[in-house]
């Protein structure tokens, strides 16, 4: 019985942490002036209006479906390869309505 009450605890410690970590806070301010930004920053070049790719990578599967908010805001702020960075081109704010965006609007999470 014992072994069974703390398994009990450990789901309850779970489900709290996953309330925590689940995605229903994150929300683009405004989807029309950030969906504009995607496009003017040439986002939209190499990743495509829709974030399916052309010469930057296709963000809707595989290995970008599985990066946090962080990851994609670092992304975003540092580039990486062929894709610049923009920390120098944007705010703060900018930045984080992009990864925001990416994540929700683009990747659907
Ligand atoms: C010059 C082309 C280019 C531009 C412009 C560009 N990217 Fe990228 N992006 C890439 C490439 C290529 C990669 C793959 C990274 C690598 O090869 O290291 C990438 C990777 C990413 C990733 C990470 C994918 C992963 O592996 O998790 C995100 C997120 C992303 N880009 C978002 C953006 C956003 C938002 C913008 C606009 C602010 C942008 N990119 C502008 C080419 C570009």
Known sequence: MKHLKSLV??????AGACGQTSSG????????V???????????VC?????KGGV???LTTGMPMQRSLEQIEAQIK???GVMPAFKDKLSEEQIQELAKFVYKEIQKR
Not at 47 to 51: I, T, V, Y
């Open 34 to 44: 950030t969906r504009a930004l995607f496009a003017s920053q040439q986002c939209a």
């Open 47 to 51: 990743h495509g209006p829709e974030g």
């Open 25 to 32: 806070g994150i929300a683009v301010k405004d989807v029309a």
């Open 56 to 58: 930057g990578a296709n």
């Open 78 to 80: 540092n580039g990486s």
């Open 9 to 14: 605890v450990f789901a309850a410690i779970l």
